[in-house]
């Protein structure tokens, strides 16, 4: 990537009208610059998507679907849509894609919207074991809603208890099963859930947040065959803007759609729109494929190497571009861990253990990859943190230092 972002005309009229907010977006820029982006969940995007979030269509209101929409005005904003859906038809091959959901949780929700009931059972993955929020914790609706049963990890080998789910499911009768998770490193045997699904006469959501940008790039198998309905975000490795995304049979479109406008949402964000058709096109590109296979190999990599640093790695290792593990052995618990790698400009989450007392942390290299890092960077991103680790101050300047060096080799705008 060649230019600077924000584009710096941009910056110049907000400096003039307000100094004071682009001093903040220049702050997150330069941090985003000069430490080391490990959240599982973030990625860079390209120039040319930040360009169309910054467009004049972030100004037009456009409820409802192409061709039938409630304002008028709407032939760009139609355009843009029937482009998008048409590319993640084409890219995940699905009978129907709905690009309207403002977020992964509101693609959650619309789905089910779209084939439950309140006070329905469902069967998904239990949060301390890597379900999200809108997979029935009682502080979302999902909790409120619907009667949640969860399904865990085993213990001893991290892996889907794929007998407990099976179990759980003829058991409870569930309306809707889960898959998909904020953690697991592995992928879900979507066969098997189908399989489950069909026993019990429920449907099968699969909640491919995190993993469908290495479903858009080749490098993680493909949900949609299996699920009735597939959740999506479009910020994660599939590296678009921040959104949701929905993916059905043609059978289930109408009320997938519904359920998006006019229940769970009003006005379509069409700048947002327009730029997830800009990343589904960059993710259909052989550049995007060989983007997506070299993220999960700097996964194992960075994997690997942590490992041989003393971290626990939940199942052993993975098959994405997710990490999660315990730094216990290393003295430590996943919260401290956190605070003394960001001291030192290494920047990931905490995750729940399912079996563990403390917490553990979750990181990604999908965004170091689109920085062009490779994987001897990965080998040396693991010894930084068992020097930030350390809790000494020489040595977390000394990483600090290093992290500096490291990202100004690698910037993810350019220069
Ligand atoms: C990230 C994620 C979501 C939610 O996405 P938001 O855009 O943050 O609402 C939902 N489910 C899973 C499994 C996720 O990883």
Known sequence: MSVSAPPEEVLDVLRRQDPQIADVLLGE????AETLQLIAAENFTSPAV?????????????EGYPGARHHGGCEYADAAERIAVERATALFGADHANLQPHSGSSAVLAAYAALLRPGDTVLAMGLEHGGHLTHGSPANFSGRWFDFVPYGVDAETGLIDYEQVAALARHHRPTAIVCGSISYPRHPDY???????????????????????????????????????VCATTHKVLRGPRGGMLLCRAE?????????????????????????????????????????HRVVEHARVLAAAL????????????DTH???????????????????LSAAGLVLDTCALPYGDGRGIRLGT??????????????????????ALRDEPEETARVRAEVRQLTSSFPPYGR
Request: glycine fraction near 10%; charged fraction near 15%.
């Open 252 to 292: 289930l479109a109408e009320r997938v759609d519904r359920a998006v406008f006019p229940f769970t949402q009003g006005g379509a964000q069409m700048h947002t729109i327009a730029a997830k058709a800009v990343a589904l096109g960059e993710a259909s590109t052989p550049a995007f494929t060989a983007y997506a």
């Open 322 to 340: 997710l990490i999660t593990a315990d730094p216990a052995p290393l003295g430590v618990d996943g919260r401290t861990a956190r605070a003394r």
């Open 29 to 32: 820029a330069r941090r985003q």
């Open 191 to 229: 066969a098997l859930f189908r399989a489950v699904a069909d026993e019990v006469g429920a449907y099968l959501i699969a909640d491919a947040a995190h993993p469908i940008g290495l479903v858009a790039g080749g490098a993680a198998p493909n949900p949609v065959p299996y699920a009735d309905v």
């Open 307 to 318: 490992a041989a640093e003393g971290f626990a790695l939940t199942t052993g290792g993975t």
């Open 366 to 387: 999908a965004a170091v990859t689109t920085q062009g890092m490779g994987a001897p960077e990965m080998a040396g991103i693991a010894a930084l943190f068992t020097a």
């Open 50 to 62: 930040l360009a169309t979030l910054g467009s004049p269509l972030a100004n037009k209101y456009a």
